[in-house]
């Protein structure tokens, strides 16, 4: 594998993430409800899986579609998991 189709896939992981807060107006004042951090964590760890499972779906190849589409799949699985885990844990819910 490649080692920047693994970054890229980490990228996808930390941006399916919500920022808490995201359409609910303003940030709560500190200490903040939620430990974005480990949610993020959580984040870039699934979209690493996400990418892979996709990738391993999909075949070998370095082609255009093949990136776009373990790319999205990083984002999807980072995005499901996180969801999960914030349900799971009482934190901002996958709504807003």
Excluded: K
């Amino acid at each position: 594998m490649n080692l920047t189709l693994w970054a890229l896939w980490a990228v996808g992981g930390w941006c399916g993430t919500r920022w808490p807060g995201w359409w609910r107006g303003p940030r709560p004042p500190h200490p903040d409800p939620e430990p974005w951090l480990t949610v993020q964590i959580i984040g870039v760890v699934a979209g690493l899986i996400g990418g892979w499972i996709i990738s391993q779906m999909i075949g070998p190849g370095m082609t255009a579609d093949t990136v776009t589409a373990t790319t999205i799949g990083a984002v999807l699985a980072s995005r499901l998991v996180t969801d999960i885990y914030r349900s799971a844990t009482g934190g901002s819910s996958a709504q807003g």
